[in-house]
Protein backbone atom coordinates (compact mmCIF):
# COMPACT_ATOMS: atom_id res chain seq x y z
CA UNK A 1 0.00 0.00 0.00
CA UNK A 2 1.08 3.43 -1.02
CA UNK A 3 2.70 4.89 2.14
CA UNK A 4 1.79 8.05 1.97
CA UNK A 5 -2.03 6.99 1.66
CA UNK A 6 -1.26 4.47 4.36
CA UNK A 7 0.22 7.13 6.95
CA UNK A 8 -2.91 9.40 5.81
CA UNK A 9 -5.22 6.84 7.24
CA UNK A 10 -3.52 5.83 10.19
CA UNK A 11 -3.55 9.84 11.01
CA UNK A 12 -7.06 10.67 9.66
CA UNK A 13 -8.41 7.64 12.31
CA UNK A 14 -6.24 8.61 15.32
CA UNK A 15 -7.31 12.43 14.78
CA UNK A 16 -11.05 10.70 14.70
CA UNK A 17 -10.40 9.23 18.28
CA UNK A 18 -8.79 11.67 20.02
CA UNK A 19 -11.60 14.48 18.56
CA UNK A 20 -14.52 12.33 19.22
CA UNK A 21 -14.87 9.89 22.96
CA UNK A 22 -18.05 9.12 22.36
CA UNK A 23 -16.50 6.66 19.99
CA UNK A 24 -14.29 5.00 22.66
CA UNK A 25 -17.15 2.13 23.83
CA UNK A 26 -19.75 1.15 21.31
CA UNK A 27 -21.88 1.82 24.55
CA UNK A 28 -21.00 5.67 24.20
CA UNK A 29 -22.67 5.38 20.74
CA UNK A 30 -25.58 3.40 21.94
CA UNK A 31 -26.30 6.14 24.27
CA UNK A 32 -26.24 8.84 21.85
CA UNK A 33 -28.69 6.64 19.60
CA UNK A 34 -30.97 6.31 22.76
CA UNK A 35 -31.02 9.74 23.47
CA UNK A 36 -31.92 10.58 19.72
CA UNK A 37 -34.80 8.07 19.55
CA UNK A 38 -35.80 9.59 22.77
CA UNK A 39 -36.40 13.39 21.18
CA UNK A 40 -38.46 11.33 19.37
CA UNK A 41 -40.59 10.01 21.93
CA UNK A 42 -41.12 13.25 23.14
CA UNK A 43 -41.68 15.15 19.68
CA UNK A 44 -44.74 12.44 19.22
CA UNK A 45 -45.77 13.10 22.93
CA UNK A 46 -45.91 16.76 22.45
CA UNK A 47 -47.67 16.73 18.97
CA UNK A 48 -50.52 15.20 21.09
CA UNK A 49 -50.48 17.79 23.57
CA UNK A 50 -48.04 17.01 25.58
CA UNK A 51 -46.64 19.15 28.45
CA UNK A 52 -43.34 17.53 28.74
CA UNK A 53 -40.97 18.67 31.52
CA UNK A 54 -37.12 16.87 32.52
CA UNK A 55 -37.03 15.96 36.05
CA UNK A 56 -34.29 14.74 38.21
CA UNK A 57 -33.93 11.68 40.30
CA UNK A 58 -35.85 13.93 43.53
CA UNK A 59 -38.61 14.58 40.64
CA UNK A 60 -38.16 18.12 40.53
CA UNK A 61 -37.45 20.28 37.59
CA UNK A 62 -33.73 19.97 36.00
CA UNK A 63 -31.79 22.20 34.39
CA UNK A 64 -29.56 19.37 32.29
CA UNK A 65 -30.75 15.88 30.37
CA UNK A 66 -28.71 13.32 31.96
CA UNK A 67 -27.88 10.34 29.53
CA UNK A 68 -26.33 7.58 31.15
CA UNK A 69 -24.46 4.84 29.09
CA UNK A 70 -25.61 1.34 30.95
CA UNK A 71 -29.29 0.38 31.91
CA UNK A 72 -29.65 1.86 35.84
CA UNK A 73 -32.61 1.46 38.42
CA UNK A 74 -35.48 3.89 38.49
CA UNK A 75 -34.91 5.22 42.42
CA UNK A 76 -31.14 5.88 41.44
CA UNK A 77 -29.46 8.45 43.45
CA UNK A 78 -26.57 9.29 40.89
CA UNK A 79 -27.45 12.30 38.35
CA UNK A 80 -30.22 10.81 36.50
CA UNK A 81 -33.32 12.56 34.62
CA UNK A 82 -36.41 11.20 32.96
CA UNK A 83 -39.58 13.42 31.21
CA UNK A 84 -42.36 13.71 33.07
CA UNK A 85 -45.13 14.37 30.74
CA UNK A 86 -48.86 15.42 31.00
CA UNK A 87 -51.56 14.88 28.30
CA UNK A 88 -55.08 15.94 29.99
CA UNK A 89 -55.49 14.41 32.94
CA UNK A 90 -52.91 11.12 31.99
CA UNK A 91 -49.44 11.74 33.23
CA UNK A 92 -46.32 9.22 32.41
CA UNK A 93 -42.48 9.53 32.29
CA UNK A 94 -40.52 8.72 29.67
CA UNK A 95 -37.17 6.93 31.13
CA UNK A 96 -33.88 5.43 29.17
CA UNK A 97 -31.61 3.07 29.96
CA UNK A 98 -34.17 1.33 32.61
CA UNK A 99 -34.54 -1.87 34.67
CA UNK A 100 -37.41 -3.34 34.57
CA UNK A 101 -39.32 -6.34 35.89
CA UNK A 102 -40.84 -8.69 32.98
CA UNK A 103 -43.40 -11.62 33.24
CA UNK A 104 -41.26 -13.76 34.24
CA UNK A 105 -40.09 -11.20 37.41
CA UNK A 106 -36.94 -11.37 35.71
CA UNK A 107 -34.99 -7.67 35.30
CA UNK A 108 -35.12 -6.68 31.73
CA UNK A 109 -32.99 -3.64 30.49
CA UNK A 110 -34.70 -1.60 28.08
CA UNK A 111 -33.39 1.51 25.92
CA UNK A 112 -36.63 4.02 25.56
CA UNK A 113 -39.75 2.91 28.03
CA UNK A 114 -42.94 5.60 28.48
CA UNK A 115 -44.17 5.00 32.04
CA UNK A 116 -47.03 5.21 33.47
CA UNK A 117 -46.88 8.05 36.62
CA UNK A 118 -48.35 6.63 38.93
CA UNK A 119 -45.95 3.57 38.61
CA UNK A 120 -42.82 5.83 38.58
CA UNK A 121 -43.77 7.24 41.63
CA UNK A 122 -44.24 4.22 43.36
CA UNK A 123 -41.06 2.88 42.42
CA UNK A 124 -39.06 5.23 43.97
CA UNK A 125 -40.74 5.77 46.84
CA UNK A 126 -40.25 1.89 47.58
CA UNK A 127 -37.07 1.79 45.88
CA UNK A 128 -38.13 -1.28 43.59
CA UNK A 129 -38.29 -1.22 39.72
CA UNK A 130 -41.27 -0.58 37.12
CA UNK A 131 -43.39 -3.58 35.93
CA UNK A 132 -43.67 -4.67 32.47
CA UNK A 133 -47.30 -4.16 32.71
CA UNK A 134 -46.90 -0.73 33.54
CA UNK A 135 -45.31 0.22 30.27
CA UNK A 136 -47.32 2.09 27.56
CA UNK A 137 -44.22 1.71 24.96
CA UNK A 138 -40.51 0.44 25.26
CA UNK A 139 -38.22 0.92 22.26
CA UNK A 140 -34.95 -0.86 21.77
CA UNK A 141 -32.55 1.16 20.18
CA UNK A 142 -29.53 -0.31 18.09
CA UNK A 143 -27.43 1.98 15.98
CA UNK A 144 -24.69 -0.33 13.65
CA UNK A 145 -22.01 0.99 11.36
CA UNK A 146 -23.11 -1.91 9.09
CA UNK A 147 -25.99 -4.92 9.19
CA UNK A 148 -27.85 -5.54 12.03
CA UNK A 149 -26.49 -9.06 13.54
CA UNK A 150 -29.70 -11.45 13.76
CA UNK A 151 -28.44 -11.93 17.22
CA UNK A 152 -30.14 -8.55 18.01
CA UNK A 153 -33.25 -9.57 16.56
CA UNK A 154 -32.97 -12.55 18.98
CA UNK A 155 -32.77 -10.65 22.18
CA UNK A 156 -35.11 -8.35 21.10
CA UNK A 157 -37.70 -10.99 20.72
CA UNK A 158 -36.66 -12.01 24.40
CA UNK A 159 -37.60 -8.96 25.59
CA UNK A 160 -41.17 -8.85 23.69
CA UNK A 161 -42.06 -12.23 25.07
CA UNK A 162 -41.39 -10.70 28.59
CA UNK A 163 -43.18 -7.17 28.10
CA UNK A 164 -46.74 -7.57 27.32
CA UNK A 165 -48.05 -4.30 26.11
CA UNK A 166 -49.18 -3.08 22.86
CA UNK A 167 -46.22 -0.78 21.60
CA UNK A 168 -42.77 -2.54 21.28
CA UNK A 169 -40.55 -1.71 18.11
CA UNK A 170 -36.78 -2.21 17.44
CA UNK A 171 -35.25 0.91 15.98
CA UNK A 172 -31.64 1.26 13.92
CA UNK A 173 -30.16 3.51 11.96
CA UNK A 174 -29.83 0.78 9.29
CA UNK A 175 -32.03 -2.28 8.57
CA UNK A 176 -32.24 -6.14 8.46
CA UNK A 177 -35.17 -8.02 7.23
CA UNK A 178 -34.43 -11.33 9.17
CA UNK A 179 -34.85 -9.01 12.48
CA UNK A 180 -38.10 -7.13 10.71
CA UNK A 181 -39.55 -10.46 9.68
CA UNK A 182 -38.58 -11.71 13.64
CA UNK A 183 -39.93 -8.72 15.39
CA UNK A 184 -43.52 -8.95 13.10
CA UNK A 185 -43.77 -12.79 13.98
CA UNK A 186 -43.63 -11.65 17.55
CA UNK A 187 -46.29 -8.62 17.10
CA UNK A 188 -43.63 -6.20 17.40
CA UNK A 189 -42.27 -3.05 14.87
CA UNK A 190 -39.25 -2.79 13.19
CA UNK A 191 -38.68 0.75 12.63
CA UNK A 192 -35.64 0.45 10.84
CA UNK A 193 -33.28 3.37 8.89
CA UNK A 194 -33.80 6.02 10.96
CA UNK A 195 -31.38 8.42 11.23
CA UNK A 196 -30.69 12.46 11.32
CA UNK A 197 -29.16 11.81 7.84
CA UNK A 198 -32.99 11.14 6.56
CA UNK A 199 -35.54 13.35 7.41
CA UNK A 200 -38.74 12.22 6.02
CA UNK A 201 -37.79 8.63 7.62
CA UNK A 202 -37.79 10.67 11.18
CA UNK A 203 -40.34 12.25 10.21
CA UNK A 204 -42.26 9.05 9.58
CA UNK A 205 -41.07 7.72 12.88
CA UNK A 206 -42.73 10.44 14.98
CA UNK A 207 -45.80 9.91 13.11
CA UNK A 208 -45.97 6.32 13.47
CA UNK A 209 -45.40 6.82 17.46
CA UNK A 210 -47.87 9.66 17.66
CA UNK A 211 -50.33 7.23 16.23
CA UNK A 212 -49.19 4.25 18.73
CA UNK A 213 -49.32 6.81 21.40
CA UNK A 214 -52.69 7.98 20.48
CA UNK A 215 -54.10 4.73 21.07
CA UNK A 216 -52.51 3.55 24.29
CA UNK A 217 -52.68 7.33 26.12
CA UNK A 218 -56.06 7.50 24.85
CA UNK B 1 -0.61 1.57 -9.99
CA UNK B 2 -3.76 0.80 -7.99
CA UNK B 3 -4.62 -0.29 -4.62
CA UNK B 4 -4.73 -3.77 -3.42
CA UNK B 5 -8.23 -3.24 -1.46
CA UNK B 6 -7.26 -5.76 1.18
CA UNK B 7 -4.43 -4.45 2.54
CA UNK B 8 -6.60 -0.98 2.33
CA UNK B 9 -9.02 -2.77 4.79
CA UNK B 10 -6.40 -4.55 7.18
CA UNK B 11 -4.87 -0.69 7.04
CA UNK B 12 -8.11 0.70 8.34
CA UNK B 13 -8.66 -1.86 10.99
CA UNK B 14 -5.33 -1.93 12.15
CA UNK B 15 -6.15 2.44 12.61
CA UNK B 16 -8.47 1.69 14.10
CA UNK B 17 -7.86 -0.59 16.76
CA UNK B 18 -4.52 1.83 17.33
CA UNK B 19 -6.75 4.48 17.88
CA UNK B 20 -8.75 3.12 20.49
CA UNK B 21 -11.88 2.75 18.89
CA UNK B 22 -11.34 -0.94 18.14
CA UNK B 23 -14.42 -1.95 18.64
CA UNK B 24 -15.60 -0.69 15.36
CA UNK B 25 -12.96 -3.03 14.06
CA UNK B 26 -14.23 -6.08 15.82
CA UNK B 27 -18.00 -5.26 14.43
CA UNK B 28 -16.84 -5.36 11.08
CA UNK B 29 -14.74 -8.21 11.64
CA UNK B 30 -17.80 -9.92 12.53
CA UNK B 31 -20.10 -8.96 9.71
CA UNK B 32 -17.15 -10.27 7.22
CA UNK B 33 -17.01 -13.35 8.78
CA UNK B 34 -20.68 -13.52 8.87
CA UNK B 35 -20.62 -13.26 5.03
CA UNK B 36 -23.83 -12.17 2.58
CA UNK B 37 -26.75 -14.02 2.78
CA UNK B 38 -28.18 -14.58 -0.81
CA UNK B 39 -30.92 -16.61 -2.18
CA UNK B 40 -30.18 -19.52 -5.02
CA UNK B 41 -32.22 -20.77 -7.54
CA UNK B 42 -31.97 -24.19 -7.49
CA UNK B 43 -33.01 -27.17 -9.43
CA UNK B 44 -32.67 -30.60 -9.13
CA UNK B 45 -33.92 -33.47 -12.01
CA UNK B 46 -37.21 -32.29 -13.56
CA UNK B 47 -38.44 -30.89 -10.08
CA UNK B 48 -39.62 -26.89 -9.89
CA UNK B 49 -36.88 -24.34 -9.25
CA UNK B 50 -36.33 -23.95 -5.44
CA UNK B 51 -35.32 -21.23 -3.98
CA UNK B 52 -32.89 -21.70 -1.25
CA UNK B 53 -30.92 -19.59 1.06
CA UNK B 54 -27.03 -20.01 1.54
CA UNK B 55 -24.18 -17.35 2.50
CA UNK B 56 -21.23 -15.94 0.19
CA UNK B 57 -18.36 -14.52 1.19
CA UNK B 58 -17.50 -10.86 0.34
CA UNK B 59 -14.99 -9.85 -2.08
CA UNK B 60 -12.40 -7.87 -1.25
CA UNK B 61 -13.53 -4.70 -2.97
CA UNK B 62 -16.96 -5.37 -0.96
CA UNK B 63 -14.93 -5.57 2.13
CA UNK B 64 -13.40 -2.17 1.80
CA UNK B 65 -16.81 -0.35 0.47
CA UNK B 66 -18.34 -1.97 4.00
CA UNK B 67 -15.36 -1.05 6.30
CA UNK B 68 -15.72 2.54 4.92
CA UNK B 69 -19.24 2.57 5.01
CA UNK B 70 -19.12 1.84 8.81
CA UNK B 71 -16.46 4.36 9.43
CA UNK B 72 -18.18 7.37 7.81
CA UNK B 73 -21.35 5.99 9.45
CA UNK B 74 -19.92 6.46 13.05
CA UNK B 75 -17.94 9.54 12.33
CA UNK B 76 -20.91 11.23 10.43
CA UNK B 77 -23.76 9.93 12.50
CA UNK B 78 -23.32 9.98 15.59
CA UNK B 79 -21.83 13.99 15.98
CA UNK B 80 -25.60 14.56 14.01
CA UNK B 81 -26.98 12.33 16.42
CA UNK B 82 -25.96 14.26 19.58
CA UNK B 83 -26.36 17.79 17.62
CA UNK B 84 -30.37 17.20 17.33
CA UNK B 85 -30.46 16.05 20.61
CA UNK B 86 -28.76 18.82 22.50
CA UNK B 87 -30.46 21.06 20.30
CA UNK B 88 -33.88 19.69 20.50
CA UNK B 89 -32.96 19.83 24.44
CA UNK B 90 -32.39 23.43 24.29
CA UNK B 91 -35.71 24.26 21.87
CA UNK B 92 -37.99 21.46 22.89
CA UNK B 93 -37.28 21.09 26.91
CA UNK B 94 -35.95 24.30 27.67
CA UNK B 95 -32.79 22.95 29.41
CA UNK B 96 -29.30 24.54 29.01
CA UNK B 97 -27.64 21.39 27.89
CA UNK B 98 -27.95 17.61 27.54
CA UNK B 99 -25.30 15.39 29.21
CA UNK B 100 -23.62 11.88 28.95
CA UNK B 101 -23.01 10.11 32.02
CA UNK B 102 -20.50 7.22 31.74
CA UNK B 103 -21.34 4.97 34.55
CA UNK B 104 -18.05 2.92 34.18
CA UNK B 105 -16.43 6.01 35.36
CA UNK B 106 -19.46 8.08 37.24
CA UNK B 107 -17.79 11.46 35.44
CA UNK B 108 -19.57 13.19 32.59
CA UNK B 109 -18.07 12.65 28.94
CA UNK B 110 -17.81 15.32 26.59
CA UNK B 111 -18.67 13.23 23.29
CA UNK B 112 -17.28 15.39 20.43
CA UNK B 113 -14.34 17.53 20.83
CA UNK B 114 -13.76 21.21 18.98
CA UNK B 115 -11.97 19.43 16.69
CA UNK B 116 -14.53 16.79 15.55
CA UNK B 117 -15.56 18.70 12.61
CA UNK B 118 -12.29 19.19 10.93
CA UNK B 119 -11.06 15.38 11.54
CA UNK B 120 -13.96 14.58 9.83
CA UNK B 121 -13.30 16.35 7.12
CA UNK B 122 -9.95 14.78 7.08
CA UNK B 123 -11.49 11.23 7.00
CA UNK B 124 -13.67 11.93 4.62
CA UNK B 125 -10.94 12.81 2.29
CA UNK B 126 -8.62 10.33 2.82
CA UNK B 127 -11.85 7.36 2.47
CA UNK B 128 -12.22 9.50 -0.80
CA UNK B 129 -9.02 8.60 -1.82
CA UNK B 130 -8.87 5.03 -0.88
CA UNK B 131 -12.18 4.57 -2.53
CA UNK B 132 -10.60 6.21 -5.55
CA UNK B 133 -7.47 4.60 -5.48
CA UNK B 134 -9.52 1.08 -5.04
CA UNK B 135 -12.26 2.21 -7.79
CA UNK B 136 -15.23 1.76 -5.71
CA UNK B 137 -15.85 5.65 -5.53
CA UNK B 138 -18.83 4.94 -7.45
CA UNK B 139 -20.13 2.19 -4.89
CA UNK B 140 -20.00 4.70 -1.89
CA UNK B 141 -22.08 7.26 -4.31
CA UNK B 142 -22.99 10.36 -2.32
CA UNK B 143 -21.72 9.25 0.89
CA UNK B 144 -18.43 10.58 -0.23
CA UNK B 145 -18.46 12.55 -2.74
CA UNK B 146 -20.19 15.46 -0.59
CA UNK B 147 -20.76 15.93 2.92
CA UNK B 148 -24.03 14.84 4.49
CA UNK B 149 -27.17 16.34 4.82
CA UNK B 150 -27.06 18.84 7.07
CA UNK B 151 -28.43 18.28 10.71
CA UNK B 152 -32.12 17.96 11.17
CA UNK B 153 -33.38 15.49 13.94
CA UNK B 154 -37.42 17.12 14.45
CA UNK B 155 -36.74 20.34 13.01
CA UNK B 156 -36.86 22.15 15.64
CA UNK B 157 -36.64 25.49 14.19
CA UNK B 158 -38.94 24.99 11.28
CA UNK B 159 -41.94 23.86 13.44
Redesign the interface.
Known amino acids: MNADLAAGVQASIAALGVAAPALGEAARVETLYEAYVACCVIEALRQLGATCEVRGQNDQPSPTLVFRTKPGVIYSQGPYTFIFARIGQRECELHTDLRVVGRSRVLHEIDVVLLDRAEGLRCRQLAIHPKHSKAMFLAECKFYGGALPLRIGREFVGLVSECQLRTRTIVSNVASDNVRALAAGHKATANFTVSPMSQSRVDEFVSWITTELRQVLG | MP??PR??VD??L???R????G??AE??D??IL?GR?VEREIRIGSRPVQREVATEEYTSSEQLE?VL???L?????????????TD??RE??N??????????T?Q??????T??V???E??E??VR??AD?CGISARLGERISQH??P?????VHER
Do not use: M, N
Open positions: EDECAVRSLDAGIWIEIAEAQLRVVEYAQVAHELWQATFARLVGEARILDVDGFIQPFSDFIATKLAISLEPARSLLR
